[in-house]
């Protein structure tokens, strides 16, 4: 067979299986058509039928999963609650300036805050205002009360990773009796000798028996190998005060200047990682500083910061109440009508009782945010008790008119007391604040009343050129000073009212006086101390060097979210908020309750 017939017969089979696809293709296509309309197109009345059913079904399943939706939303409650979690950022808004984080030049709220961020102390307050140890584990006196010995707990450290020795407690106690350091603690610690024991021990040696020494305690500790080498006269000046090293909670990552002019100014500090307490909760913790407290007010409103301390009444009357929270918070501190005993016209007690009887701390009190506690005595509420504590005399105009009348003030036409000519005039002395100036016109108003003329003197201690120290406080220029008393933990009210106490801004003097306070002071048994305070107070109210107005509030603003201050713990003076900040919080967020 040729090659050309091969050829052709392959072909004629190619084509002849062609023709097979051909067929076999349309007999598929036809079984498809009729499968397609028997079971499609003849079957498309019955989906007619059914499909009202099908969109009730549809719309069942729908109306089911918006109620189990809505119950999740309304029940949500029962098993969810906002809780604070670990992390994130604190900002906090504080009264300035900010000169220095040294903690022996800290004098302002912020300066002090910052102190109490970085740095430890051998003791410190707890929630309940008690001292409790914080560097130091024990404390032993000797039966002379002049000798105690403080044992130190071990693995705390610097930031820097060496060990907190006695060292560090000898070396700050000694530059702050230095004179030459300058430190603001010096008075205090001139009288007190120190020295290691061993690298965890520490004794102090006071020159005569205190019972209030214990509360010294709470000074910040400095690192000794770091400091050491610094002459005591440049520590002021020293780096140290503007990258300090320290051993409390926080650790300084930068001290950021915003406008040097107002003073503005960021302390940024992240959590100490190695702080033997553990580490706080936060990551980061801002110290925002300000100058007034009307740049507090407004970076609460615009949200620069989440909290603030030193809010003024003022401020706290008009705070956002869906977005903060104002916790008012009564402090160891007394505010005074103090009275300048060696006045002409008030060196007559008979004249200072006529002030005392004629003073009605009600109207003033109501007048302030939070309506602050009653302060009748030279002490704050609670801390005399267990004895007959004395009682101020009741309001009484009418005897308080018989005072003055037999003191030979008499009342003129123009309704003014005078005497030899002279009216009864007093000049009242305040600092700028609006709390201040509310009591100064209250008692204007009452004083008025049985014949004494007031001038109301207001001294803004912020504006250039004015400082309230040696214009006012240290001249003595006042006959009445409103002002308020740092009283503190223990009622040792020793340099405000004993003739030789350094902050006597009465320029009081009385014998009984001088020895219940000075007897006090030197008395460890508590209940003869007692004793000597309640003998004090009654010479006191008798005296009246002053006349008492209202225990202090302070009021710290908190965001929602955060966790910080809290209503039922106590605190001592504002620098001592932080008891608890190894666990405030930032953020809060929703989690499942635990059953």
Do not use: C
């Not at 729908?62 to 309304?74: D, K």
């Not at 803004?460 to 503190?488: C, H, K, M």
């Not at 320029?507 to 007897?519: I, K, P, R």
């Amino acid at each position: 067979m040729s090659e050309q017939e091969s050829r052709w017969r392959r072909f004629q089979t190619v084509k002849g299986r062609r023709k097979d696809l051909s067929r076999r293709a349309k007999r598929v296509e036809g079984a498809t058509v009729r499968h397609a309309h028997r079971f499609i197109v003849k079957r498309w009345d019955n989906i007619r039928g059914v499909r009202r059913h099908i969109l009730l079904w549809m719309a069942g399943v729908s109306a089911l999963i918006l109620v189990i939706g809505l119950q999740m939303m309304w029940f949500q409650k029962n098993y969810l609650v906002a809780a604070p979690v670990a992390g994130g950022t604190y900002a906090e808004a504080v009264r300035g300036p900010l000169a220095t984080l040294n903690p022996l030049y800290a004098t302002t709220s912020a300066e002090k805050s910052a102190s109490r961020l970085l740095f430890s102390s051998l003791y410190k307050y707890d929630t309940t205002g008690n001292l409790k140890g914080d560097l130091a584990t024990t404390m032993e006196m000797d039966d002379s009360g002049k000798n105690y010995t403080i044992t130190l707990r071990p693995g705390a450290v610097w930031s820097d990773g060496y060990s907190v020795t006695a060292k560090d407690i000898v070396y700050t106690v000694n530059i702050m009796k230095d004179p030459s350091a300058r430190s603001v603690m010096n008075a205090s610690w001139k009288d007190v000798e120190v020295a290691a024991v061993s690298d965890t021990s520490v004794r102090f040696t006071l020159r005569t028996t205190s019972a209030t020494f214990p509360q010294a305690l709470t000074f910040s500790v400095l690192p000794e190998h770091i400091l050491r080498d610094v002459d005591p006269h440049a520590i002021r000046e020293n780096n140290f005060s503007n990258a300090p090293v320290g051993s409390g909670p926080f650790t300084l990552r930068l001290l950021q200047a915003i406008s040097e002019g107002q003073g503005r100014k960021i302390v940024h500090l992240a959590a100490n990682e190695r702080y033997y307490s553990g580490a706080p909760k936060l990551d980061r913790y801002q110290l925002h500083v300000y100058g007034t407290s009307d740049e507090i007010a407004r970076a609460l409103r615009t949200g620069e910061v989440s909290a603030a301390s030193d809010v003024p009444n003022d401020t706290a009357r008009v705070i956002d109440e869906k977005r903060y929270t104002v916790i008012k918070k009564p402090i160891n501190n007394g505010v005074y009508a103090i009275i300048n005993t060696t006045r002409p016209q008030l060196n007559v007690v008979e004249v200072r009782r006529a002030l005392q009887l004629a003073t009605n701390t009600e109207p003033i009190r109501k007048a302030l945010y939070g309506q602050p506690e009653a302060l009748d005595l030279p002490f704050v509420n609670g801390q005399l008790t267990g004895v007959n504590v004395p009682q101020r005399p009741a309001v009484d105009i009418t005897q308080a008119n018989k005072l003055l009348d037999a003191a030979g003030w008499k009342l003129g036409d123009n309704e003014v007391r005078s005497k030899d000519g002279q009216p009864l005039k007093l000049r009242v002395v305040t600092r700028k604040n609006s709390d201040y100036e509310r009591v100064m016109q209250e008692l204007a108003g009452q004083w008025k009343k049985i014949g004494i003329e007031v001038e109301k003197v207001v001294v803004d201690s912020a504006a250039a050129n004015q400082s309230f120290t040696q214009l006012v406080l240290q001249p003595r220029d006042y006959d009445v000073l409103i002002d308020e008393l740092e009283i503190g933990a223990d009622p040792d009210v020793f340099e405000y009212w004993h003739s030789r106490g350094r902050v006597n801004l009465a320029n009081y003097s009385s014998v009984a006086s001088d020895d219940a306070l000075l007897t006090a002071r030197d008395q460890t048994n508590i209940e003869l101390r007692k004793v000597k305070y309640a003998a004090f107070a009654t010479k006191w109210l008798e005296d009246v060097p002053a006349v008492g107005l209202y225990q202090s509030n302070s009021l710290y603003v908190a965001g929602k979210n955060v966790r910080s201050v809290t209503s039922d713990e106590k605190i001592i003076a504002p620098n001592e908020r932080f008891a608890d900040i190894q666990y405030w919080t930032a953020e809060m967020k929703n989690v499942y309750k635990t059953p």
